[in-house]
């Protein structure tokens, strides 16, 4: 209106301007990734499972309508014989319980099956039984199965540094899940890191529950935390918009490092599959 009240000449529509060849450019910052990425992370993927976690109540199975009480997780291969998960996958209280006795735990991971393959609904997917719950952590949010059998997949390579986070810093993360024991997805998009610290990692990648215990990956197919679950946040936006829960992981650093007597992962050698515990 300003233009045409002062008598310059109108702008033109958008529309019907001509496209510009050959002089592209980037968008804010480059999101690109080199094209192995994606056969890179459908390897990784081989090696993401989905869980059923029988829950045992005073040594026997739970029951419900006649069937047994399960819960969905996520667990990945750290070795062949080897699988990562949370200690909350494997503990199968609703959050509001107490926890499993330590009978009912080891039980619990003694019976559990990791499903590989189950990629789409029509999959069947290939069902590996477990031979013991290896060690676990209730504060780092940790567990490792150990398989019956080994298998032949590669086992995901791990980061040996911590992320680290500062205000600007650009950082994605992806993640390979079985949301709400559905077949296996990425979340690739909505993926940036927001803050760390030496134990945990927060994030906005998209989960749901049953992706608890999947491997937080960066944009090498490292995995550098392993994802536990959300956590509400103020003040923090994204893309514009407040955000009410940010998604949280243990640095995978954290939990190579950790040591208590008796029962918690002090160090493993993913090469030589040796647990130290004290």
């Not at 990945?76 to 200690?87: E, F, G, K, M």
């Not at 209280?93 to 991971?109: I, T, W």
């Not at 998209?206 to 679950?229: E, K, M, N, Y």
Request: charged share 25%; net charge negative.
């Amino acid at each position: 209106m300003d233009a045409k009240a002062s008598g310059q000449p109108l702008l033109p529509d958008p529309a019907t301007l001509r496209e510009v060849v050959n002089n592209e450019d980037i968008i804010h910052r480059d999101d690109m990734v080199d094209f192995w990425f994606l056969s890179a992370g459908a390897r990784a993927g081989n090696s993401v499972a989905k869980l059923l976690v029988p829950r045992y109540e005073g040594g026997a199975p739970a029951l419900e309508n006649n069937k047994p009480r399960r819960r969905f997780g996520t667990g990945w291969l750290i070795t062949d014989r080897l699988v990562v998960t949370n200690h909350h996958i494997v503990n199968c209280r609703n959050q509001q319980e107490p926890p499993a006795s330590d009978a009912d735990l080891l039980l619990q991971g003694s019976h559990t099956i990791v499903r590989f393959d189950y990629n789409e609904a029509d999959d069947p997917g290939v069902d590996v039984e477990v031979e013991r719950l290896e060690a676990s952590d209730q504060r780092l949010d940790f567990a490792i199965l150990r398989l019956k059998t080994a298998v032949t997949r590669m086992p995901l390579q791990v980061q040996k540094l911590p992320v680290v986070f500062s205000a600007g810093i650009y950082v994605s993360v992806n993640i390979i899940q079985h949301p709400r024991g559905h077949p296996k997805r990425v979340g690739l998009r909505n993926n940036l890191l927001t803050s760390a610290d030496e134990n945990t990692i927060r994030y906005f990648t998209d989960t749901l529950p049953g992706s608890s215990g999947s491997p937080v990956f960066d944009d090498t197919w490292h995995v550098i935390a392993l994802h536990r679950g959300s956590h509400p946040v103020q003040g923090v936006s994204f893309q514009g918009r407040d955000v009410a829960v940010v998604n949280v992981g243990t640095q995978i650093t954290a939990i190579d490092g950790c040591w208590a007597p008796g029962h918690a992962w002090e160090r493993f050698d993913a090469h030589r599959d040796i647990l130290l515990l004290e």
